[in-house]
């Protein structure tokens, strides 16, 4: 089926045009883009075609609203996700056969910053449009775009006119069209009487030609949007004229760090257009760099502005590369996903269509001149391990820290080039895939973010450490807040700050950590552990340790026994102390060697790092003028003074911030559910609870794995079903990946209650994980959730579950549906209010 360009000339050129025809015009002027425009609009509408005109340039529009045309007004800042979003979802609603007119694809640049994001839009939606019988017209300038741009859309369209003007001598010559011949459709013509002329004569042609090209001997090369946007930086520097430096500064700073206010005056402050320089020089692609990125860098920057003295001989240079977040877009749209991912945006779609994307993601193939950019990313870093973190566009920011939500893979970085390659691109699907994780959705969901753009960039890091025979790792890596509010004695400053410190690599101190310990330690009170004695000190102390084991390829955990016997220089005499009375045992057994409880006391007394931990934290809160988390790894000199090595820094979540409200004095004992001092987390807590939902630890120590996980899904049911304001509580561990220590949910299941309470029960097999700073608790903070840990018998804990309605003394048989009580509180609610200044917590009925 045949539609008519308007221009009866011009259709003869063509051969008309068909159903389904994408028409691109490249132009030099708009006006002659726009001539061609009217006729078009004019003969489809007299043929009663629906005309949409798709108004998104910033240059006049190209035509008038009137009775035969619908003006879509799209906003092109938002991103190039949310405006293609918008066009698939305009498309979708105008159906088959309507007709559309485009503004010029070429301003988009000025909203993007990247030609690689014109081509994917072009790709994305030429084919949908075809799909739908549609014709539409586009038009772009070829000067601005970059030779591999203009070859994609070339690639994809079905119709491409060119419009050369040399004066007031203007003609037409085809380009491509598609399924349409004859012997002189591709040449120039000109306009003559209403008719198209070709241009027979090759000496004409070759004079047209010499003009053209003398005309544009003194434009830009054809160079990528954002080549030439770093360019002018360069340019802007050498001139060093500060009203131009902040212009393209800024300019910078909204394509490449972040769209957030408060993360983009922080850069405007802290970082330099030497810095934006050096952050293209090692990138992959183009677009933002994501917010783990940009936090770690911001971060370095504070330091080494503020405090030049310390930082300077203190902080080791990053060695960090990034993966553009047009990457992300470009892997989707390489790999024809871009339907998938309507489908998973829709209402319907959210979260049933994320599975089948999530294995789409793990199966993608990358573009040619990205996995270009990653063989010379492997070559850069030689072959020391490696890891890739997701750093996406809202990750780590003011509020959405998404920590934990997506994947970072560590990869050894062992064997031959086309081995690592092929190990770096699986990474990196891991990541892309991890977007699609039930958690991560949920986390979107709950925040308001799932219509929100939110593409996934990469920063890519060499692992520090160092190489020990057939392992790698750091001497010591931790977690720091610069506001303690675990602080569980009452002479402890939340102000002063905290750490969770781990000997190896540092995913031990970001997770919660089933049977083993990190050392948390008060940094006001660095040598204070919550312990009763050096026992307990060494029984709740780190015993095994994560690294790279290049001979299996993989992260491994190992104990801390066996690594001393096979690695003779770890730094034990810096971060640990000998057990005398296990060592004499061992020795007694015939073990060699001594027996090292890593205690990291020895950091503490009297070297740098407490000092130097403390005034980080202290710097970083003063430059994010608001609390903040931090990881870091820890490089040791012979003396055990460290090096630190920056590698994440967001804004710390907390519950609140407001005034305690006060603890009656003397609760009656019928009306008192729980108290405790110390062992809760998060700030002050005053909540209502109207629901309870409790795991009987009595009937829970009888079921079998499978029960415990079915009653970690029977909670998530019960959560979802009300929406009044909930406490969790169970034994052990809520969120274990080990059901023997608590109740295996996940974030997900649990992400709508008000407080989580863990109880120390079944006969101390199930103990409370008071795990600050990991990302399970990092959810709890940043969702509003309180956390409780109940230590029943305990000096300062009373639990009387006894006093809540209903429950049952003794239960004959165990199920899984028998392990859990629920309590609807409304008449009667139960008031939880705790102080973080005196550590006091209490939680009991309000009526008699």
Known sequence: MRASTGLPGLDDVLDGLRIGDNVVWRVTDLDDYRRFVTPFIESAASAGRRIIYLRFGQHPPLVSANTNILIENIDALGGFEAFTGR??????????????VCDCLSDLLNAWATDAMVGNFFRVVCPFLFELDTVAWFALYPDRHSRTTLDR??????VMVDVHRLGDDVQIQPIKAWRRQSPTMFLPHRECNGRFVPITDSSDATRLQAGLELAQLNRQPLLDYWDRLFLQVESALEGNEETQIADIKDRVLNVLISRDPRMLELARRYLSLEDLLAIRARMIGSGYIGGKAAGMLLARSILLTNQPDIWQEALEPHDSSYLGSDSYYSFLVHNGLWPAIMRQRSAGGYFSEAAELRDSLMTGSFPPEIRAGLERLLDHYGQYPILVRSSSLQEDGFGNAFAGKYDSVFLVNQGAPELRLAALEDAIRQVYASTMSKDALVYRKQRGLDQREEPMALLIQRVNGRFHGRYYLPDAAGVGVSRNTFAWDTSMDPAAGMVRLVMGLGTRAVDRIEGDHACV???????????????ESYRFSQHLLDVLDLREGKLNTLPLSQLTQEIPDLPLKHLGEIDQPASRRAEELGLSGPVWRLTFQALVRGGKFVPRISSLLKTLEAGYQHPVDVEFTLHLDDAGEPAFNLVQCRPLATIGESTAAPIPADIPARQLLFQTRGHFMGGNINLCIQRVIRVDAAVYSRLSVSERYEVARLIGEQVRTGDDKTMLIGPGRWGTSSPELGVPVRFADIAGVSVLVEVAEMEGDMVPDLSYGSHFFQDLVETGIAYVALFPGGRNC?????LLPGIQAHIPQATAEKALQSFDLRSNPLQLTGDVVSQNLACYFTNE
């Open 153 to 158: 859309i070339r690639r994809t369209t079905q």
């Open 521 to 535: 330690m008060a940094l006001d009170h660095p040598s204070r552990q919550p312990f009763r004695n050096q026992d």
């Open 87 to 100: 066009v698939w979802r305009l498309i979708e609603e105008h159906g088959r056969g309507a007709f559309y």
């Open 798 to 802: 009373t639990y009387q579950p006894d």
